[in-house]
């Protein structure tokens, strides 16, 4: 299975774009397609889930055009879009039915999918309850259910965890990973320890452009051995911003400590540390995001 763009853009006016000359090759696994607020991600996401049309270039999944035929593609998709409606007076188990009859499967199908389903994103002991008392991570976690219903060889989630708690973040996460076996997973965020906890490869885009597309590891490297923490005064806190591209600060007792990305130790007290991949994010969207 292969999801791959060319020259894909697209234009709202004469001078804003919200994406430009995006050339992706996305195959089986999952892919984070992070990025700040913005950066064209959910644009993309639009194109490629054939909501939208683009202004330049196309998309092709598994080598046939899903701007010219996009019913190439609809059959075996899976969509959660960030803002994702239920209707609040089914129960789970209804709403999965539902969605079931209007995807065209039988009746035998989809009760043995939707059993499947249930236990898969961690919600057989809440499957009669109505979907208004589900917290905001149980109704996501119902929207990954539903976008798997037709098993699908794309699956495309955008924002799935925004506004979560950190544990119904981690379920979630959880319930992506599982999922990720024999189909292309498209995971859109600006929330980058998801995409580092989930994905094999990361698609980063920034002011609508795609900087870089790159597994983990390789984002990670750019950054090994110029990532230092030091405690300085907090009167120097602003110089130092100016200098050095800051991954985080963090008051203390005795000053401020600060994490970031520099060639040499920014202080006598700077010490090397083991880089992650938000520090490799934040120094390449520094460092290219103008491109």
Request: with cysteine.
């Amino acid at each position: 299975m292969n999801l791959h763009t060319t020259n894909l853009g697209k234009r709202y006016t004469e001078e804003v774009w919200g994406i430009r000359d995006i050339d992706l090759e996305l195959d089986e696994g999952i892919h984070g397609l992070l990025g700040p607020n913005g950066a064209g991600k959910s644009t993309l996401m639009s194109i490629l889930t054939t909501v939208m049309k683009p202004t330049t270039g196309t998309a092709y999944w598994n080598g046939t055009d899903i701007i010219e035929s996009p019913d190439a593609v609809r059959p075996v998709l899976g969509y959660l879009p960030q803002d994702f409606g239920v209707y609040p007076d089914l129960t789970l188990a209804e709403f999965l039915e539902y969605i079931a009859a209007l995807r065209g499967l039988d009746g035998e199908t989809a009760s043995a999918r939707i059993e499947e389903l249930i236990s898969l994103v961690n919600l057989v002991d809440v499957r009669t309850r109505k979907l208004k008392t589900f917290s905001g991570g149980m109704r996501q976690r119902a929207g990954i259910a539903q976008a798997l219903l037709n098993d699908p060889d794309l699956l495309v989630v955008d924002e799935p965890t925004v506004g979560l708690d950190p544990e119904e973040r981690v379920r979630l996460r959880s319930a992506l990973s599982n999922t990720a076996t024999d189909r292309v997973v498209i995971l859109s965020t600006h929330i980058v320890p998801d995409v580092e906890a989930t994905a094999n490869k990361i698609a980063l885009l920034d002011n609508g452009r795609l900087i870089t597309h790159s597994s983990v590891e390789e984002l990670i490297s750019r950054v090994e051995g110029k990532v230092y923490e030091c405690v300085v005064p907090s009167e120097t806190v602003d110089e130092i911003r100016e200098r050095y591209q800051v991954c985080s600060t963090l008051q203390c007792s005795d000053g401020v400590s600060i994490r970031l990305i520099a060639e040499t130790p920014p202080t006598d007290g700077g010490k090397k540390v083991s880089p992650t991949l938000e520090d490799a994010y934040l120094e390449t969207i520094d460092r290219d995001g103008a491109v």
